[in-house]
């Protein structure tokens, strides 16, 4: 579970988000929300990206506290991502897997069903958007987390990846109990994702919706 | 030429380079007006330029580094002229090759002037002496780069070629890249010719310093000096570096690193990237320093970046409250290394900056509104 206590993200002194307690249980999420409501912040403070006032803790562990084991947890893809143009996807594959202590033939697998195997070996500066977004959703799933989050991971990709990719969500969820928070400002196709509930960012707060 | 669009080419590309390398041309500033009295600042630039004209050697060093600034310029104005924001200039193509090769000209002379300038009065000294070959070398050279340089504008404004010069010319990356290299290798690659500067100035330095001077017994508090001011020379890199690890390095805040090793990435990467350096300095060896003075001086090597570095991570540094931070502290250290403090010395500036990296990595937020985006 994710609990969320008095966190406070401030941007000077602009208030981006502010959430006094909230507790997230195990499940597929979709955060939803306006341009601008703090979807991206949201993820980015639990991803480690952005420092904020406050708590957030996983199973009781904070990221505060122990970050190097929180971040274990918690894997994040960015909704665009800027990588070091003269790496390869192989060196970002290598030292995801160092770091996330996995093995590069997980990774392979995902890049082979997204279809950017044949680029693997050449440098992320000569890829288009749709094969970055893809090589950074592949590196959110290396390792073993407990969390995925996922910030607009359908945007510039094709048909055929939105498929690997909400499919791939569902057997994880379901077979390794992984949880994910995704946002989308596409809606999903009836069925197509196993959606546990919804989460809104409006307000400069996050709150659960009851079904 | 149209005044309109010699305006534009003066706002996107020439006053764009001057921005983002002001901390560079600061530095080559005080470098060549400010080491010396006001009152014998002529007198020492006169009695430079009497150097290089009456020694090939020494025009011949010269004119390599103002090849690497024209390296520099090239580089960054192809890749202003590849940026998408700056497509709109592909509208000069209506105009004919000639004028297009015009208003490149125009541009390379404008970011070129500081060095065309100093080139212009050192000719004219050759001549007034009547040293008729150094004249011509310095203007054929000069004249040959000029027009090379608009050459290679024209053919990115024409052919809307997709990277930079330097990343074109460059080959494909061969080695492993383990995550504290990154940051060099972004060095290598696209900061070529900084570097090649910045290298050139600190191991003429170097080999200046112990040619020159010959103690009667070893003494290490001059060479701390001089290593001082090699890492001070590359306070410009350091700030590349920090800019391109908010930019392009911000996912890696993301991967579950402990801090220590973060902070030992930290110091490996500034030790390679100080190598020639202290690979050189063992040409002192002996005169200058004993065996038991070499860890003093790696610690200060490296723990001196690792602190401007660990300044930077800190909320509102901009560009030049950077510099001014690191003149304050550099003229502290002057007096701190007269004293002899021995080993205390780098361990207090490794602590302080340990200290500073640990407390502010996770803090920091990417607020570069007011540093200069570099190229």
């Given at each position: 579970?994710?609990?969320?206590?008095?966190?406070?993200?401030?941007?000077?002194?602009?208030?981006?988000?502010?959430?006094?307690?909230?507790?997230?249980?195990?499940?597929?999420?979709?955060?939803?929300?306006?341009?601008?409501?703090?979807?991206?912040?949201?993820?980015?403070?639990?991803?480690?990206?952005?420092?904020?006032?406050?708590?957030?803790?996983?199973?009781?562990?904070?990221?505060?506290?122990?970050?190097?084991?929180?971040?274990?947890?918690?894997?994040?893809?960015?909704?665009?991502?800027?990588?070091?143009?003269?790496?390869?996807?192989?060196?970002?594959?290598?030292?995801?897997?160092?770091?996330?202590?996995?093995?590069?033939?997980?990774?392979?697998?995902?890049?082979?069903?997204?279809?950017?195997?044949?680029?693997?070996?050449?440098?992320?500066?000569?890829?288009?958007?749709?094969?970055?977004?893809?090589?950074?959703?592949?590196?959110?799933?290396?390792?073993?987390?407990?969390?995925?989050?996922?910030?607009?991971?359908?945007?510039?990709?094709?048909?055929?990846?939105?498929?690997?990719?909400?499919?791939?969500?569902?057997?994880?969820?379901?077979?390794?109990?992984?949880?994910?928070?995704?946002?989308?400002?596409?809606?999903?196709?009836?069925?197509?994702?196993?959606?546990?509930?919804?989460?809104?960012?409006?307000?400069?707060?996050?709150?659960?919706?009851?079904? | 030429?149209?005044?309109?669009?010699?305006?534009?080419?003066q706002r996107v590309l020439v006053n764009h380079f001057y921005k983002v390398n002001a901390g560079f041309f600061l530095f080559f500033f005080f470098v060549l007006f400010g080491v010396v009295k006001g009152g014998q600042l002529i007198d020492y630039h006169l009695s430079l330029i009497q150097g290089m004209i009456e020694s090939f050697v020494f025009l011949g060093c010269v004119i390599l580094i103002w090849f690497l600034y024209t390296i520099k310029c090239v580089n960054h104005i192809t890749k202003q002229l590849t940026e998408p924001r700056h497509r709109f200039l592909i509208t000069l193509n209506t105009l004919s090759s000639k004028e297009q090769y015009l208003y490149m000209l125009f541009v390379h002379i404008q970011v070129y002037m500081p060095v065309l300038v100093y080139a212009l009065i050192v000719a004219f000294i050759a001549a007034s002496q009547h040293l008729f070959g150094a004249m011509?070398?310095?203007?054929?050279?000069?004249?040959?780069?000029?027009?090379?340089?608009?050459?290679?504008?024209?053919?990115?404004?024409?052919?809307?070629?997709?990277?930079?010069?330097?990343?074109?010319?460059?080959?494909?990356?061969?080695?492993?890249?383990?995550?504290?290299?990154?940051?060099?290798?972004?060095?290598?690659?696209?900061?070529?010719?900084?570097?090649?500067?910045?290298?050139?100035?600190?191991?003429?330095?170097?080999?200046?310093?112990?040619?020159?001077?010959?103690?009667?017994?070893?003494?290490?508090?001059?060479?701390?000096?001089?290593?001082?001011?090699?890492?001070?020379?590359?306070?410009?890199?350091?700030?590349?570096?920090?800019?391109?690890?908010?930019?392009?390095?911000?996912?890696?805040?993301?991967?579950?690193?402990?801090?220590?090793?973060?902070?030992?990435?930290?110091?490996?990467?500034?030790?390679?990237?100080?190598?020639?350096?202290?690979?050189?300095?063992?040409?002192?060896?002996?005169?200058?320093?004993?065996?038991?003075?070499?860890?003093?001086?790696?610690?200060?090597?490296?723990?001196?970046?690792?602190?401007?570095?660990?300044?930077?991570?800190?909320?509102?540094?901009?560009?030049?409250?950077?510099?001014?931070?690191?003149?304050?502290?550099?003229?502290?250290?002057?007096?701190?290394?007269?004293?002899?403090?021995?080993?205390?010395?780098?361990?207090?500036?490794?602590?302080?900056?340990?200290?500073?990296?640990?407390?502010?990595?996770?803090?920091?937020?990417?607020?570069?509104?007011?540093?200069?985006?570099?190229?």
């Amino acid at each position: 579970m994710l609990q969320f206590d008095s966190v406070q993200k401030h941007y000077g002194t602009f208030l981006a988000l502010d959430i006094p307690s909230l507790s997230i249980a195990n499940g597929v999420y979709w955060l939803q929300g306006e341009n601008g409501s703090g979807k991206s912040t949201f993820l980015k403070m639990i991803g480690g990206l952005h420092p904020f006032a406050g708590n957030i803790s996983l199973n009781g562990c904070s990221i505060k506290k122990n970050r190097v084991s929180f971040l274990q947890q918690v894997n994040y893809a960015e909704a665009e991502t800027l990588y070091p143009l003269f790496l390869t996807a192989k060196d970002l594959v290598q030292l995801y897997c160092y770091t996330k202590k996995s093995t590069e033939q997980k990774a392979l697998v995902l890049l082979e069903q997204l279809h950017i195997i044949d680029a693997y070996q050449k440098p992320v500066g000569s890829y288009s958007s749709g094969m970055l977004k893809k090589l950074s959703i592949a590196l959110a799933f290396i390792g073993n987390p407990k969390w995925i989050l996922l910030d607009e991971p359908l945007i510039t990709v094709d048909a055929e990846a939105v498929a690997v990719i909400c499919s791939l969500v569902n057997r994880l969820h379901s077979e390794e109990d992984i949880s994910f928070i995704i946002t989308s400002h596409q809606p999903f196709k009836t069925g197509q994702l196993g959606i546990s509930q919804t989460l809104s960012a409006a307000h400069q707060t996050i709150i659960m919706n009851h079904a | 030429m149209h005044r309109s669009a010699l305006t534009i080419l003066q706002r996107v590309l020439v006053n764009h380079f001057y921005k983002v390398n002001a901390g560079f041309f600061l530095f080559f500033f005080f470098v060549l007006f400010g080491v010396v009295k006001g009152g014998q600042l002529i007198d020492y630039h006169l009695s430079l330029i009497q150097g290089m004209i009456e020694s090939f050697v020494f025009l011949g060093c010269v004119i390599l580094i103002w090849f690497l600034y024209t390296i520099k310029c090239v580089n960054h104005i192809t890749k202003q002229l590849t940026e998408p924001r700056h497509r709109f200039l592909i509208t000069l193509n209506t105009l004919s090759s000639k004028e297009q090769y015009l208003y490149m000209l125009f541009v390379h002379i404008q970011v070129y002037m500081p060095v065309l300038v100093y080139a212009l009065i050192v000719a004219f000294i050759a001549a007034s002496q009547h040293l008729f070959g150094a004249m011509w070398a310095v203007l054929i050279s000069n004249l040959v780069m000029i027009l090379f340089s608009a050459g290679i504008y024209r053919r990115y404004l024409q052919r809307n070629v997709n990277e930079g010069f330097l990343k074109k010319i460059s080959g494909k990356p061969f080695f492993p890249k383990p995550l504290f290299s990154i940051p060099l290798w972004f060095i290598q690659k696209e900061r070529t010719p900084m570097l090649l500067i910045t290298k050139f100035f600190t191991l003429l330095l170097l080999y200046g310093f112990i040619n020159l001077y010959e103690p009667d017994t070893p003494d290490i508090r001059p060479i701390l000096l001089i290593m001082m001011l090699v890492v001070v020379a590359h306070a410009a890199i350091i700030l590349q570096i920090r800019f391109y690890e908010e930019e392009r390095l911000v996912f890696t805040k993301n991967l579950p690193v402990p801090i220590i090793k973060k902070f030992i990435g930290l110091l490996l990467m500034y030790l390679l990237l100080l190598l020639p350096e202290l690979i050189f300095i063992w040409k002192g060896f002996a005169l200058h320093f004993q065996l038991t003075d070499l860890p003093q001086i790696l610690l200060l090597t490296v723990s001196m970046p690792a602190f401007f570095h660990s300044i930077l991570l800190m909320k509102d540094i901009d560009n030049e409250s950077y510099y001014r931070i690191l003149f304050v502290i550099c003229a502290l250290l002057f007096f701190v290394i007269l004293y002899n403090p021995g080993i205390v010395l780098p361990t207090v500036i490794l602590l302080a900056a340990f200290a500073l990296y640990q407390s502010h990595l996770n803090d920091f937020e990417k607020n570069m509104n007011s540093i200069a985006k570099p190229q």
